[in-house]
């Protein structure tokens, strides 16, 4: 997501691209420490499938759900209420600081939504449902390519 973030926000001027790297730089590091969700529920997922105990399969599912949404409301807390000061120590320009801080708030807020991915992609990978993960991702990019304007 971050590089159609600069393809289109770059379109907005110099002070709207910095703003879109200084935020993307905060979430690359917030998606780092939670990358477990996905790695963890693998095989988790996979050696419950692999015995046929579709109970288990659903339990595991369900508390990756749990994790990623107690997860991501702290993760969306901790990031509105510290990204001003991340921000802050950025020297960036005032301008920049600015932008940056409306879309740290707004990308923070689909915090959740990302970590329902990670654990829905890795789910789906415990059940060798690979193409599922890429064909999610093919119909999102067709969506979003028909409501953008990237002309």
Known sequence: MSLIDCAIIGRLGADSLAATGASI???SLAGLLVSFLSYVTV???AEASAQGDQAEVSKVISTGVWIAVV???MITGF??????????SMNLEAAVVEKA??????????S???????????????MQVCGASLDAAMYHTALAMLFLDVS
């Open 25 to 27: 730089s905060i979430f």
């Open 43 to 45: 095989p988790a997922v």
């Open 71 to 73: 997860a991501g409301v």
């Open 79 to 88: 990031i509105i209420a510290v990204g001003p000061l991340i921000l802050g």
């Open 101 to 110: 801080g409306g879309y740290v708030w707004a990308r923070a807020l689909g």
């Open 112 to 126: 959740i939504g990302y970590l329902l991915v990670l654990v829905g992609s890795g789910s789906f990978r415990g």
